[in-house]
């Protein structure tokens, strides 16, 4: 179970609880909401690890980018030295190994390019998910607030009986 399917049980125990008459507030079983909440709690660092693990590979990529595009390097500059003893050759062996590492520091851009896509998509998933959290929280802060502000309207009336 991942923290979307976690904030779905949520909002839906608070949409499907029973709502107080004449109010827009409801009343929520205070130990399933906890318990989520609790669940949500223990899911979030498995989310911030994939987080830390979509980071990792983008590193990954980068490195084997940056491999590939020295193997491709060490290759023209071989195939440079082996052409270095023919005159006519020296020119075009020249123009070749600055095409080959041209291709490799494009392939190497285009690699990066994808890595910091992939991971940006991973983080705005990541982001929304906090932000959606951030909301239920709020909201249910400010049910409890309405709550104990009622409760205290309620004892002050019942406590001052010439009202």
Same mark, same amino acid.
Not at 40 to 50: A, K, N
Not at 96 to 101: I, S
Not at 110 to 125: G, N, P, W
Not at 137 to 161: I, K, M, W
């Given at each position: 179970?991942?923290?979307? /399917?976690?904030?779905?049980? @949520?909002?839906?125990? &608070?949409? *499907?609880?029973?709502?107080?008459?004449?109010? !827009?507030?409801? @009343? =929520?079983?205070?130990?399933?909401?906890?318990?989520?909440?609790?669940?949500?709690?223990?899911?979030?660092?498995?989310? $911030?690890?994939?987080?830390?693990?979509?980071?990792? *590979?983008?590193?990954? %990529?980068?490195?084997?980018?940056? %491999?590939?595009?020295?193997?491709?390097?060490? +290759?023209?500059?071989?195939?440079?030295?082996?052409?270095?003893?023919?005159?006519?050759? &020296? #020119?075009?062996?020249?123009?070749?190994?600055?095409? =080959?590492?041209?291709?490799?520091? %494009?392939?190497? #851009?285009?690699? $990066?390019?994808?890595? /910091?896509?992939?991971? /940006?998509?991973?983080?705005?998933?990541?982001?929304?998910?906090?932000?959606?959290?951030?909301?239920? %929280?709020?909201?249910?802060?400010?049910?409890?607030?309405?709550?104990?502000? !009622?409760? +205290?309207?309620? *004892?002050? *009336?019942?406590?001052?009986?010439?009202?």
């Amino acid at each position: 179970m991942d923290v979307h /399917d976690k904030l779905d049980e @949520i909002t839906a125990l &608070v949409e *499907d609880a029973r709502a107080v008459p004449m109010s !827009a507030s409801a @009343i =929520v079983h205070r130990a399933d909401l906890l318990a989520l909440l609790d669940e949500l709690r223990e899911l979030l660092p498995e989310e $911030l690890t994939h987080a830390d693990a979509v980071l990792a *590979d983008r590193e990954a %990529v980068v490195d084997q980018g940056r %491999v590939e595009a020295e193997r491709l390097l060490q +290759h023209a500059q071989a195939e440079h030295d082996r052409l270095v003893e023919e005159t006519e050759v &020296v #020119t075009a062996a020249r123009t070749r190994a600055a095409h =080959v590492q041209q291709q490799a520091e %494009v392939e190497a #851009t285009r690699l $990066l390019t994808d890595a /910091d896509d992939y991971v /940006d998509r991973k983080l705005a998933d990541f982001e929304v998910t906090l932000d959606k959290l951030a909301q239920q %929280v709020r909201r249910g802060r400010e049910h409890l607030a309405e709550r104990v502000t !009622a409760q +205290h309207r309620r *004892d002050d *009336d019942e406590a001052d009986p010439a009202s």
